[in-house]
């Protein structure tokens, strides 16, 4: 053999077919992009916002959010048991061992339970007495959620005294 060295075309390289096939492929790629970026998108979704409302849980307290309650229209002393819950007084729920307290649509065991109070859970008397099933039944409100009410037995209610910090 000679000493002469072999050496790819240049043609061989940029040939005709090789280019063409090249910008197709090129010409491929850029359109599939903009076809996933454009039509890949959901517009409604990506205009949706999202609200969330984060609601605090109930919390043990023994004094609630106002000390010196307006007296309503129907406070009256008649309406004030011999265990100082009365109309426009605060109550704290007692006794129940953990099981909670229910409370009733209306006074009496037969009334249907609208949810269960905890223990040492605050309410607003707004209701009662009425005498029923053997229990006296007040009629109370979570002074945090207006939602939060129903008919109690007093037996498992303990009145709350506020002390003057003055």
């Known amino acids: 053999m000679s000493g002469k060295i072999n050496k790819i075309p240049s043609l061989l390289l940029f040939n005709p077919v090789t280019l063409v096939t090249t910008l197709i492929l090129l010409i491929g790629m850029v359109v599939t992009g903009l ?3 454009f039509l890949g998108r959901d517009p409604a979704a990506a205009s949706t916002t999202t609200i969330v409302t984060k609601i605090a849980a109930p ?3 023994s004094k609630p959010l106002d000390p010196t309650p307006s007296p309503s229209a129907t406070s009256t002393t008649d309406n ?7 109309v426009g007084s605060y109550v704290q ?3 129940t061992d953990g099981a909670g ?3 009733r649509s209306e006074p009496g065991l037969d009334g249907d339970v609208n949810f269960t109070a905890l223990d040492s859970e605050v309410f607003l008397v707004i209701g009662g007495p009425a005498k029923a099933d053997g229990y ?5 409100e979570a002074p945090y959620d207006a939602t ?3 008919w109690s037995a007093g037996d498992f209610l303990s009145p709350i005294d506020f002390e003057d910090n003055d």
């Open 35 to 37: 076809v996933v970026l």
């Open 59 to 61: 919390t043990l307290t």
């Open 80 to 86: 004030v048991s011999e265990g100082g819950i009365g």
């Open 93 to 95: 729920v007692v006794g």
């Open 101 to 103: 307290l229910r409370m």
């Open 136 to 140: 006296t039944w007040w009629r109370l």
């Open 148 to 150: 939060r009410s129903g």
